[in-house]
């Protein structure tokens, strides 16, 4: 079994639609919870972290942590063509424990006009 | 602000031979990572620099891969000899530290390796 899981996709949703997506994973140790976005050619770049359990929110991007279910979300409200992309979540643990990023499957996301 | 760099963008050689990497970190910054990413898998850590030294090398495949980091600068991970499992998308991040408490990593557009 994969510590973090995430669908695949592709996500397609119309112009200014809500765009919903989310991981669920299996160790308790992560704290730190990331969101990447990656055009195709390009690396990972990072949307936004959480700490622990929470909401965050960031413009047009919100991130929902929920520890007691070990599931993440990202909404992305007002969808544009340009947030068409590969969505990424990451996680880690305290410094203590190990620093590195485990990373989901990544979610393939079209936005059509 | 430079970014992180990687070089080549894209290499193709054949099963056996040898491949380096480069990966140039955002200045200042003293930890280095590289990634994986493999044909339909998810993204996989290889290993962590703090400076110069080696601070986790857990996931290095094999004994085929060597990462070095010079000076605490650059770094290059070289691939001897290669094989056709070794192909994929080799990413590079750099970041300042814990000074947040989130290790925030900042990634490059990575290197794609061929194996034929």
């Known amino acids: 079994q994969k510590e973090v899981e995430q669908d695949p996709g592709p996500l397609s949703v119309p112009e200014g639609a809500i765009v919903s997506l989310n991981c669920t994973y299996s160790?308790?140790?992560?704290?730190?919870f990331m969101w990447y976005r990656q055009y195709s050619r390009k690396g990972p770049e990072l949307l936004m972290y959480t700490y622990s359990s929470g909401n965050k929110e960031d413009g047009r991007f919100t991130a929902q942590v929920d520890k007691s279910s070990k599931y993440i979300s990202l909404f992305i409200r007002d969808s544009q063509p340009s947030d068409s992309a590969t969505y990424l979540c990451?996680?880690?643990?305290?410094?203590?424990?190990?620093?590195?990023?485990?990373f989901g499957g990544g979610t393939r996301v079209l936005v059509k006009p | 602000e430079a970014g992180v760099t990687q070089f080549p963008s894209h290499s193709v050689i054949e099963k056996g031979q040898t491949v380096t990497l480069r990966c140039d970190p955002i200045?200042?910054?003293?930890?280095l990572y590289w990634y994986r990413r493999v044909m339909g898998k998810e993204i996989k850590f290889l290993l962590h620099?703090?400076?110069?030294?080696?601070?986790?090398e857990s996931g290095m495949p094999n004994n085929r891969f060597l990462a070095e980091r010079t000076g605490g600068t650059y770094s290059t991970l070289k691939v001897q000899p290669a094989e056709l499992e070794d192909s994929g998308v080799y990413f590079c991040a750099s970041s300042p530290g814990f000074t947040s408490g989130a290790n925030v990593l900042t990634f490059g557009a990575g290197s794609r390796l061929t194996v034929l």
């Open positions: 160790n308790s140790a992560f704290q730190y």
């Open positions: 620099f703090v400076k110069e030294s080696k601070q986790d």
């Open positions: 990451a996680m880690s643990a305290p410094k203590a424990a190990g620093n590195k990023l485990t």
């Open positions: 200045s200042g910054h003293d930890n």
